[in-house]
């Protein structure tokens, strides 16, 4: 048996190691409807936030306050210490456990069933309300041997303030609703956090749960031994937070694909196995969270994080080795301590989105295997660390630098509906107002091979500036690039006409989807050649240009492609103190070779003060050449 603290089990807990994710509810289970149950008098499950339409909406199973049954506000009778369940629950606006204070720790245990067939206008990710077991206020649950089932907008688990959650040897199956079809009439995808029951579309994900989330400040979140799984939007999430703490331990994290009742992948525009993808993220980091996942392994996700401010760290357990778990103030949480090495193993079609300031660590014995880039850029200052790690991306890249598609977008409360661009590549850069970011990629200690692109500067947003770092230890095999971007997928020896089929079935689903987007218009396209221009002909084209797609379409977000060329404002930096193998056209601002590296490349300064480099079986001098000079 795996060993942990005190906090996360008793001496009188037997634990054993998670097994797959249950499909169903079981049949003996206490069934009741919250039609039949007394509304609380809380007006939010979160005492910071109130919305009018949570009043009178709320309905408690076990309502403990400082450590004591609220009976009063509980439709439940037992213990606030030690809570078993085995109950299945229909209606909106339940909470199985409701805990609140700082003299509050609940242990619960057992199997709960929640079913919500409401249009999602009472729930709420941000307050909590609709949300099977919180913690605010302080108060601690632990969450242990629990099998949790739901369907229904935000049937999650949240910490919402100053408050701790521990999941241990679990199984958390919340499939949610679909946004675009199930929601109240008059809904719209928002960021506004008293109407948000789905992700922004604008992040290339749809889906009306996340499985559990942390809010407020000071939150913390432990998982250990389990499965988390979500039907859309995402696995665990930190949002409208301050400084949350987030450890996952020997777990695995599912996002559930539209063959199995999650949403749609865009498999089939994609060509992606329709059963191996759904659409949300392993983990989100908002609010400057610092997020450690050890011996963790993501299937079905489009990203295995979203970075928005903060910090994410994936890496393998070491065997023996002791994982301190602390929260923000730095008080101890407790300590995991595996009895095996284990590794973290990534399945997703992007690896890490950044759309906002932070860091992503991917360090010893993670491998990241990806339909598309192992790193997907799109704003703000961000460093991305590699070590002793294994990059996997199917599409030959390991970091696509793009201008944020979320503000070519447009909106927040609400976003606009549609993304449009020009058909073919951008010839020159934007001017656009404001700074440039900084991006940093550091390889170290491995092999990686695929190419790194920053394609900044061309839709109405600054270029941004790349420095790439090959350290003395490690080796890269690609090409670094300076490049333009547009919206599309290579058709990689697929058919046109089989791409074209599955835009007219997308097309056909628009008459029939229903809800507040019913009326969103086709999504458009053009081919491009081998040349990257537009073409009529079929049998020349190479490539597909999405040139206008919806909300419908949240999965094209962020699938781009490439074409080398300088824009006299985006930057890249090469710093080689290890081996770099060109592998066909790279354009960079400036390259540093230091004494002791390798670069199998030759070096051609261009007019623009750009530098071209190509393979070549003979080494480049070691210097500076560039900008740099």
Known sequence: ???????????????????????????????ENTETMKASSFESNNSD?????DKGNIYVGYAITDGKLDADNSNWTGGATSITLNSSVSGEGFTAVRASG?????????????????????????????????????AAVTAYDMEYYSEGFARSFAVIEDSSMIIQNSEILAMGKDPLTASWVGYSNSDDDAKMISAPWVLGVQGGVRAVNVLGKNSSLIVADSTVSAGGSGA??????????????????????????????????????????????????????????????????????????GEITYSELERGKTYKALNAKGDSLGTYVPEKRVPAVINSVFGFMADDAGTVNVL???????????????????????????????????????????????????????????????????????????????????????????????????????TVNIAADAKLAGDIALASHVHGIWLNGRAAEDVVKAIEEANEYHAKVGGYYKDTEPLEYVFLDENGLVTEDESKAVAVQFTKFSIIEYYLMGHVLNMVSYNGQSTVDVNVKGTWNVASTSLVSSLTIEKGAHVFGEIIELADGSILIQPSEEEAEVGTYGTAA
């Open 1 to 31: 048996m795996k060993k942990v603290c005190a906090l996360l089990i008793s001496a009188l807990m037997v634990l054993v190691t998670a097994s797959t994710v249950f499909a169903s509810p079981v049949a003996s289970m206490k069934e």
């Open 102 to 138: 700082k003299d509050t720790h609940s242990f619960v245990k057992g199997k709960l069933d929640l079913t919500d067939e409401s249009d999602g206008r009472i729930a709420s990710d941000i307050t909590g309300t609709g949300a099977a077991i919180t913690a605010a206020d302080g």
């Open 364 to 466: 010893k014995g993670t491998a990241v295997n990806t339909e598309e880039s192992t790193f997907l850029y799109k704003d703000a200052d961000v460093t991305f660390n590699v070590e002793a790690s294994m990059l996997n991306p199917a599409n030959g890249i390991i970091l696509e630098m793009i201008d944020n598609d979320a503000k070519t977008v447009g909106g927040a409360d609400p976003f606009e509906t549609y993304l449009s661009e020009e058909a073919g590549f951008p010839a020159e850069s934007s001017e656009a107002e404001g700074e440039s970011n900084t991006v940093e990629l550091n390889l170290a200690n491995g092999s990686y091979a695929g190419d790194i692109y920053n394609a900044t500067g061309y839709f109405g947003q600054a270029a941004d500036a790349l």
């Open 49 to 53: 936030t109130s919305r009018p339409q």
């Open 236 to 309: 665990i999430s930190s949002d409208n937070c301050e400084e949350p703490y987030l450890y996952v331990y020997d777990s695995t994290l599912n996002i559930v694909p539209e063959s199995a009742g999650g949403m749609n992948s865009g498999w089939k525009i994609l060509g992606y196995d329709e059963d191996a993808y759904g659409s949300g993220f392993a983990s989100s980091a908002f609010g400057g969270a610092q997020e450690h996942l050890y011996g963790v392994t993501v299937n079905g996700a489009t990203y295995a994080a979203i970075l928005s401010g």
